[in-house]
């Protein structure tokens, strides 16, 4: 018996947050009946289990490693018409979704999955999974300005907790300066907002790497399937940060 909302979000209808959402709006069935309480526990194999009246049913779990180009939409769909990362995955027969999200300007790293517990466990802010990114600016920002992003800056939404700087590349004949950041945290375009408050606007953004994996290899537009041995470092990655912030 596990609870239904774990259990709706390993069938790939959403992740564990949204299937929550769905079990309190009372979209979801189990055996014909309404169910609006979290934490209600279920049999996967012998209940039957609706949402907006349609059966659900497990899927193997996939996990996907996308290089998302810049000027794509990371959701499901857009009202606008703009491309969106599925776009790019219809080779993928389960459904799946991103793990977070990367702004419409940002390119890089992005994980998809049909496997709820797993998208939760890497996004939620208790695990602290490091993400790589390379910001580029103009000009040359001081070492003094990157400390203030390494101790933590503050800003609208409070002060942000310390990050790795470190210069990547400068290239004096275009003026600038590719930065290489890792944070710990994923608030709403984060890195932007941090060279922002340092007054180095940010004119390229890439994420390279998630926690312990990084993009290499997969061209843009791109993605490949992740290997279970990286899926279990991803998860080993999640708990020992949680551990570590734990033990403090």
């Known amino acids: 018996m596990e609870r239904l909302q774990k259990v709706l979000a390993e069938a790939g209808v959403a992740s564990r947050r949204k299937c929550e959402e769905l079990i309190t709006a ?13 934490g209600v526990k279920v049999d996967a194999q012998k209940d ?9 049913r497990q899927q193997k779990k996939v996990y996907v490693l996308f290089n998302k180009p810049k000027g794509v939409i990371t959701s499901a769909s857009d009202p606008g018409g703009r491309k969106i990362v599925t776009d790019f995955l219809k080779a993928v027969k389960e459904r799946i979704y991103p793990v977070g999200r990367l702004d419409y300007d940002t390119e890089g790293l992005l ?29 040359v920002p001081h070492g003094t300005l990157l400390d203030k ?16 700087v470190e210069y990547y590349d400068i290239n004096p004949e275009k003026n600038e300066t590719v930065v290489s950041i890792t944070i710990y945290e994923g608030r709403n375009r984060q890195v932007r907002r941090m060279f922002e408050a ?22 843009r537009g791109k993605f490949r399937h992740l290997k279970p041995q990286e899926v279990k470092e991803l998860i080993d990655s999640a708990l020992k940060t949680h551990k570590i912030q734990k033990g403090k």
Not at 48 to 56: M, Q, T, Y
Not at 113 to 139: I, Q, S
């Open 26 to 38: 009372g979209r979801v069935q189990v055996n014909d009946e309404v169910i609006t309480t979290l």
């Open 111 to 139: 994980l998809l999955t049909n496997d709820g517990e797993f998208a939760n466990l890497l996004t939620h802010p208790k695990h602290h999974v490091p993400r790589t990114y390379h910001a580029t600016v103009k000009g």
């Open 48 to 56: 039957v289990i609706k949402v907006d009246g349609r059966a659900i």
């Open 198 to 219: 340092i007054q180095y606007p940010v004119i390229k953004l890439r994420r390279v790497q998630f926690g312990p994996i990084p993009l290499t290899g997969v061209p």
């Open 149 to 164: 992003l390494r101790e933590g800056i503050e800003l609208e939404d409070g002060l942000t907790a310390p990050a790795e």
